[in-house]
């Protein structure tokens, strides 16, 4: 999985509780992505980040926080306000993010998130 | 609508066999078209990145086309085997990377 891992494999959250998905990569990335994967849909874009302190909303942010301390880590919160939250969760990092990327996204092999 | 559409949604081949799938696409301005491979529970992969002047790309067994014109694209697998199976997910970027739904290939003996 190029070198990005993901904890937990599976996740189990209780409805109110707010998780936190892990997400490390070791390829020296300046970017890296949080997607949201459902049956029969592509991936969606949570959150990004370009360089360390800094990240900007994807197209569903909502119910999600995100934080970039270091580089090599961007963790994921899916908050209480994520009304569907049962879902595939990726993590991707790339050299650089610019608007006509070139640069290959390596993807983390996955968090499934259950709200029971 | 999604931006980018593929065909089949899911596809049942022998040991093998050939196919091809498909994928239309509709963003605009276009940058670069990737193709991934999926395995079940496991991050995508990527297989073939083509850009506006590239016609075809091959990786192996994998053979991807693009035809900028018409804004289509096809996934050709030839001698398909078992590991094959999985989903293909189709890529646009343009001002930002727009996925498809992916369409679900399961290889049998």
């Known amino acids: 999985d190029g070198g990005i891992t993901q904890s937990p494999k599976y996740l189990f959250r209780k409805e109110g509780q707010n998780v936190t998905l892990s997400c490390e990569q070791n390829l020296n990335h300046d970017a890296m992505y949080w997607y949201r994967q459902d049956p029969g849909q592509g991936l969606r874009l949570i959150y990004y980040?370009?360089?360390?302190?800094?990240?900007q909303k994807g197209d569903i942010a909502e119910g999600y926080s995100v934080s970039r301390e270091k580089k090599e880590s961007f963790p994921l919160t899916v908050t209480s306000a994520q009304k569907n939250p049962t879902a595939f969760y990726l993590c991707?990092?790339?050299?650089?993010?610019?608007?006509?990327?070139?640069?290959?996204?390596?993807f983390g092999p996955g968090t499934r998130l259950t709200v029971l | 609508k999604n931006q980018v559409e593929q065909s089949p949604q899911s596809l049942i081949i022998l040991e093998g066999k050939n196919c091809t799938l498909q994928c239309n696409y509709t963003v605009s301005p276009f940058s670069n078209l990737r193709w991934y491979k999926q395995d079940t529970g496991r991050g995508p992969v990527s297989l073939t990145i083509m850009t506006f002047s590239e016609n075809t790309k091959s990786n192996g067994r994998y053979t991807a086309t693009l035809d900028a014109d018409t804004k289509q694209s096809s996934l050709h697998i030839t001698a398909s085997q078992l590991s094959d199976s999985a989903s293909y997910i189709c890529?646009?970027?343009?001002?930002?990377?727009?996925f498809g739904a992916g369409t679900r290939l399961t290889v049998k003996p």
């Open positions: 890529v646009v970027s343009a001002r930002d990377m727009r």
């Open positions: 980040s370009q360089i360390v302190n800094d990240f």
């Open positions: 991707a990092s790339s050299m650089q993010r610019d608007l006509s990327s070139y640069n290959e996204q390596f």
